[in-house]
């Protein structure tokens, strides 16, 4: 974990952590608590397969396991269904993958994680610190990249990633792209156009990824071309999109950011609620008329 408390917690102050930074177990034993103080609704391990429906009639949910009926549906998706592809020769293999979960099983081996952004940076840094021989294939203005707001590597990860090189645990190559994975080596074009093949034990293909978007597009929400691919249309306010009663929220939306992503339900869960009374509020006051 590189996110600060104030980043990740639900209330300020309530995550408890003996470090500057929380670790994973501190911050999942967090929100498992608040899910078990506040008595939460929640379903897991069950996979939504359609949404349909309107706000007048209410919506439909059906997943994999049940059907839900609802007046409001609130989509927190994230953007990491659809991982991108560098679509060379060998990206099929299995020592490829394009999410990284844990060093451990890569110590003493010959490792290369492809990408340019955080979750490029931190693969490679606990790759590196817990004994594997790490290369960093990343474009130049990536590496060189300072600008927060334009994606650059946040200062605590590119820190100890510095120090990793300096050491001469870390190999960073700058790169044009990457030409054949092979069972035991990977062929890359340096920037200068000079071909190089390393010896290579498991590829990390970590270069972004994309939501599936195809359940909102079935009920008729808009979508703008932005930095960050495909998002929905929606009221900067509200987080609603055009589709009234559909929500969104997290990092395939502008808010991409922890922080932000945990912010904006704060704001509309509170909307949505007040919304909520008032149709009872007018449902009861339609009910009282003389036929």
């Not at 995550?15 to 929640?42: A, G, M, Q, T």
């Not at 890359?188 to 034990?201: A, K, V, Y």
């Not at 249309?233 to 502008?254: D, K, L, Q, S």
């Amino acid at each position: 974990m590189f996110s600060t408390p104030n980043e990740v917690e639900m209330h300020v102050g309530t995550l408890k952590h003996v470090r500057e930074k929380p670790s994973r177990e501190e911050l999942l034993s967090h929100y498992i608590h608040f899910v078990l103080d506040h008595d939460l609704n929640i379903n897991t391990d069950e996979k939504v397969t359609d949404v349909a429906g309107g706000i007048d009639a209410g919506f439909r949910v059906v997943t994999d396991k049940s059907e839900y009926r609802a007046t409001r549906v609130l989509f927190a998706i994230g953007a990491m269904e659809r991982p991108k592809k560098l679509g060379i020769p060998g990206e099929e293999l299995s020592k490829v993958h394009h999410l990284f979960m844990d060093p451990y099983p890569y110590v003493r081996k010959d490792a290369l994680v492809v990408g340019g952004g955080n979750s490029a940076a931190e693969a490679a840094l606990f790759l590196s610190e817990e004994g594997a021989r790490t290369t960093m294939a990343i474009w130049r203005e990536d590496w060189e990249n300072r600008d927060p707001k334009a994606g650059a590597m946040k200062h605590w990860v590119r820190t100890p990633l510095e120090k990793e090189v300096a050491a001469g645990r870390l190999r960073v190559v700058l790169y044009k792209h990457i030409d054949e994975i092979r069972e035991r080596t990977v062929t890359l074009t340096t920037e200068s156009g000079d071909q190089e093949t390393i010896p290579n034990d498991v590829t990390f293909v970590l270069v972004g990824s994309d939501a599936d978007l195809t359940l909102l597009k079935r009920l008729g929400v808009e979508f703008e071309t932005g930095k960050a691919g495909e998002l929905p249309v929606y009221n900067p306010e509200t987080f609603e999109t055009n589709v009234r009663g559909i929500y969104v929220a997290g990092h395939f939306t502008h808010a991409r950011h922890i922080k932000e992503a945990i912010d904006v339900p704060r704001r509309i869960v509170p909307l949505i609620a007040r919304e909520l009374r008032a149709d009872v509020h007018e449902a009861e006051s339609l009910a009282d008329v003389p036929q």
